[in-house]
């Protein structure tokens, strides 16, 4: 099966380190100001001539309540006047990407994500969305993903009901925790109820997909209040999970000083929260896709791993990896062809820059041969946990032996401990390296030891 997992604790103690989540290669760290909105228009063009399709990210950056844990980029703010002047820029920005597109690419996928993006009123989000599909090719039999991240504090049936008429047939939901005790060390007060109730909507509107999403190692988690979350979570039976390990940079991520050190679980006792979440997933059904994430058996990520043909982006797992990813928004990041690259992260910046009819991009790259040849075998790893040496010998025409040979003593070692199978035509991750994939991808990682490992987070 492909969701076997084998737990090895003596695996994981030795090979649990910091390193990239790969939504990317290279990585965002690899990003530099080098990259124009020159570089995005030229690529936009090779997107058009190719009638490539799309993918769109949206991102509004606002919140009404700061979560103490929370590493997105947002704008805590009650004022919900706020979002206006932030819309009459993107709705510009929107009109300045699409105009050196096609309008035969279709839009395949899309994922409005914060923030809170709910955090818009309905009128706003009705606007959003018609100017949208003026510009691009939005899909209207309802058979393209459409998904948008909710925090059920600020949605409800009305809002659902919006939401499924605007489009949207997918729905992530940010749960983190249901202890009380947690929730407060946190500042993120959610009942059970309010999550039930906009899953129940999202059943009833008949929305594809309910992703819910988990943190372990937030402050007075135990491994036994943190169970009992999980089985609430079970009993909700969403089609998918996330269950995110939380990554302690109070030095990076400023509303993470709030929470205080000492009531953080032990890595022992995250460890056992992981362990314990895994075999009650998998008693429950569902199977482990890799990295944080879980599906059941008949979800398109769970059939997409079975075929081979899962791939990973900036938005996670998914189906849609051969289309053009175009992100909208402070901060997002677009991947175009071999072109990466990210508007300015400032709010107000963002904002005048736009004001000003330029396009927002501050940064990213250009991969060259090397960087597409590591992200093929990388994207195999962590999505289908095997690597045919032949098939990357003959896209990329290489030795894949004599181009990686300098790694071949450090694959010899992981297959030595069990993590990998490693013959002379293949890798294969076995069920006790599989959580820990992202350590068997940072060999082949050419920037890794460039950088602190302290800007990343642990495997597990």
């Not at 949605?155 to 249901?178: C, H, K, P, Y």
């Not at 890798?427 to 990343?456: K, N, W």
Request: aromatic residues 8%; proline residues 4%; contains cysteine.
């Amino acid at each position: 099966m492909l969701d076997a997992i084998r737990w090895d604790t003596d695996l994981i103690r030795r090979y649990d380190l910091a390193g990239p989540r790969y939504t990317s290669y290279p990585t965002a760290v690899q990003f530099h100001s080098q990259i124009s909105p020159f570089d995005l228009l030229h690529a936009l063009r090779d997107s058009r001539k190719a009638v490539r399709p799309l993918s769109l990210y949206v991102h509004v950056p606002f919140c009404a309540n700061i979560c103490y844990y929370c590493a997105c980029n947002k704008v805590i703010t009650k004022d919900r006047g706020r979002a206006l002047p932030y819309l009459q820029r993107l709705e510009q920005e929107i009109q300045l990407i699409a105009c050196h597109l096609d309008p035969a690419q279709k839009v395949e996928q899309l994922h409005f994500g914060g923030g809170t993006p709910t955090f818009l009123s309905h009128d706003e989000l009705r606007q959003l969305m018609s100017h949208l599909r003026k510009h691009f090719n939005l899909l209207d039999d309802d058979s393209g993903d459409y998904g948008i991240e909710i925090d059920p504090r600020e949605a409800d049936w009305s809002t659902m009901g919006l939401l499924r008429e605007l489009g949207f047939n997918r729905v992530s939901i940010g749960l983190q925790d249901l202890d009380p005790a947690v929730q407060r060390a946190v500042n993120r007060l959610q009942s059970l109820e309010e999550t039930r109730a906009v899953i129940d909507a999202a059943r009833t509107l008949q929305f594809r997909s309910i992703n819910i999403d988990l943190i372990y190692g937030l402050p007075k988690q135990t491994p036994e209040n943190f169970a009992r979350t999980v089985d609430e979570v079970i009993s909700l039976q969403p089609d998918r999970l996330s269950v995110f390990n939380y990554a302690h940079l109070p030095d990076r991520f400023m509303p993470q000083r709030r929470i205080n050190i000492n009531e953080l679980p032990t890595p022992a006792q995250k460890l056992q929260m992981l362990q314990r979440t895994i075999e009650q997933l998998t008693a429950a059904g569902y199977r482990y896709i890799g990295m944080d994430h879980f599906a059941l058996p008949d979800d398109e990520l769970a059939i997409a791993q079975e075929e081979s043909t899962l791939q990973r982006n900036f938005q996670g797992y998914t189906t849609h990896g051969h289309c053009d990813l175009i992100g909208l928004g402070v901060s997002a990041i677009s991947q175009i062809g071999d072109l990466y690259c990210q508007n300015i992260s400032d709010l107000n910046q963002y904002q005048n820059t736009l004001a000003s009819a330029q396009l927002a991009t501050s940064r990213g790259l250009s991969c060259n041969a090397d960087d597409r040849l590591r992200r093929a075998v990388i994207q195999q790893l962590i999505c289908n946990f095997s690597l045919e040496f032949a098939q990357i010998e003959q896209a990329f025409n290489i030795d894949f032996q004599g181009y990686f040979g300098e790694l071949w003593p450090q694959l010899q070692g992981m297959d030595k401990d069990g993590l990998i199978e490693l013959t002379s035509e293949s890798i294969t991750v076995l069920p006790a390296g599989r959580l820990l994939v992202r350590s068997v991808c940072m060999v082949f990682d050419a920037y890794l030891e460039q950088h602190s490992r302290q800007r990343f987070s642990r495997v597990i």
